[in-house]
Structures are given as C-alpha cells and as structure tokens.
C-alpha cells in the first residue's frame, strides 16, 4: 500500500494483470474512487492477449483492500483534522470579514475558498457547516454562494456542490494575504 496527503492506494496482482486502487484522504465510506487496470510488466501474452476478463474483475479483493485502508486511516485522520482546523479558520475568517465589510469581494473570495475546500474533501452539507462558522442561516450563504457565482469568484459544478476557485477569487485572496495590494 501507498500513502500520500492526497489518498491511499492498494495494489493486487491478479494473474497477468496489476490493479491499483485509490481512495482519497479522510473518512474511508466504502470501496475505492478510482481503479486501473494495466498489463504486469512480466505478463504472457497469453494471458492478457483477450483483455480484462470478468474472471479478473471477480477475483479482486476489495474487501480486504477496504480493510487495509481502514487501518491505515489514522494517519490519515491526522491530516484530514489539519484540513478541517484550516477550513474552519477560513470559515471564521469569513464571518469578520461579513461582519467588517459586509458581502465585498474578499468575503466572497473567503467564503468560495472554504467551501471549495470543504467540498473537495467530500464531507456532506457544507453550505450549513458554513452558515454555523458565519453566524447566518444556510440560505443567506446559499444566496452568498450564488452571487459569488454570478460575480466570477466560482466555477459551477452540475448536479454537485464545489467548483473551481478563478482568477478573480485568487486575485482577492492574494489581496488579503499580501496587504497593501488592491
């Protein structure tokens, strides 16, 4: 098994062909994100000359590939608490900066920056986490997260929450990391 900031990844060997599994950092809810099937370098030919054989696909272990990612979670746990700890810092930071200026361009920026990260890292219901940090209710941030849309803080995602953080939102974050640039 391999282990980076970014998630876990268990490989198996099932007659001439490797599997590779991966699950992201935090919370381990089920059976891998993303799996690869590739031809092992010292496979015969004949084993892989008719493809991936439902034969292959059956013989995968995910049960015990779970297992091991769970007992090697911990550690991961330990980062995932860095991540919530800034995420919450972000959160907080946002409701001064809502309460100081009210919904300017480095709120907005603030707010599509800690929901882009609490998004990304999977946990559920994030519009709420951020209306407890902010000290409003769920639908003045869902209204805030809109108009950051609408203004070009944040990219859409169909069908999910996130996006992608754009010029315009890192040109604001870089403003309030780096005082004295507008």
Do not use: C
Not at 35 to 51: H, L, Y
Not at 75 to 92: C, F, I, S
Request: hydrophobic share 40%; proline share 5%; no cysteine.
């Amino acid at each position: 098994m391999k282990a980076d900031e970014n998630g876990f990844e268990v490989t198996q060997e099932q007659g001439g062909w490797v599997i590779h599994m991966w699950w992201p950092t935090g919370p381990v809810s089920g059976g891998p994100q993303r799996i690869t099937i590739e031809k092992a370098e010292d496979a015969p030919a004949r084993e892989v000359a008719r493809g991936i054989s439902t034969t292959v696909l059956r013989r995968l272990d995910l049960a015990g590939a779970v297992k091991l990612v769970e007992e090697n979670a911990p550690q991961a746990q330990e980062a995932l608490e860095d991540v919530a700890g800034a995420l919450n810092q972000l959160g907080t930071m946002a409701g001064l900066l809502l309460e100081r200026e009210g919904v300017s361009a480095a709120y907005l920026a603030v707010l599509v920056s800690a929901y882009k990260g609490m998004s990304d890292s999977g946990a559920p219901a994030p519009v709420p986490w951020l209306a407890r940090l902010i000290g409003r209710r769920p639908e003045t941030v869902k209204g805030h997260l809109k108009q950051a849309r609408r203004d070009g803080y944040l990219t859409t995602v169909t069908g999910k929450a996130g996006g992608e953080l754009t010029d315009k939102a890192k040109a604001a974050l870089s403003a309030i990391t780096e005082p004295g640039q507008e």
